[in-house]
């Protein structure tokens, strides 16, 4: 009778387990992307708002005028003319908004975001009159 010897290397590779694990964490950080993401694109569309506003002048009533009008036509709920801070202190106008927004996560779990924004080219944020 002969006796072979097999020889086990090392065993390589990913688990069950662990693929399983990494799916869920893919899964989760997907969901909540998922939910950030158009809150993000709202916020570039704040900011494209109030770049253009900026450039079109007017008086201060005017530029929320023409910012709620951006509002409407780009579907922007968060910010509207009145939130935004003006300010002419050099002349020319700057202009600034600052805002939280709450997305649920889980029925008691939600994320906070703080955006702002400004034309301002320092990137300081004027704050609110308020």
């Not at 290397?9 to 997907?30: C, E, F, R, W, Y």
């Not at 007017?58 to 939130?83: C, H, L, W, Y």
């Amino acid at each position: 009778m002969e006796h072979r010897s097999i020889h086990l290397g090392k065993q390589q590779g990913v688990s069950l387990t662990s693929v399983i694990l990494v799916l869920i964490v893919v899964g989760l950080v997907a969901v909540v992307g998922i939910k950030v993401f158009p809150s993000w694109l709202e916020y570039r569309s704040i900011k494209d708002g109030i770049v253009r506003v900026k450039a079109e002048g007017g008086t201060v009533p005017e530029m929320q005028r023409a910012f709620d009008k951006f509002a409407d036509i780009n579907n922007v709920e968060s910010v509207k003319g009145r939130d935004l801070i003006i300010s002419k202190d050099g002349g020319e106008p700057e202009i600034s908004f600052a805002y939280q927004k709450r997305i649920a996560l889980t029925e008691k779990a939600s994320l906070v975001i703080d955006y702002d924004g400004t034309t301002d080219p320092s990137g300081v944020v004027a704050a609110s009159a308020d």
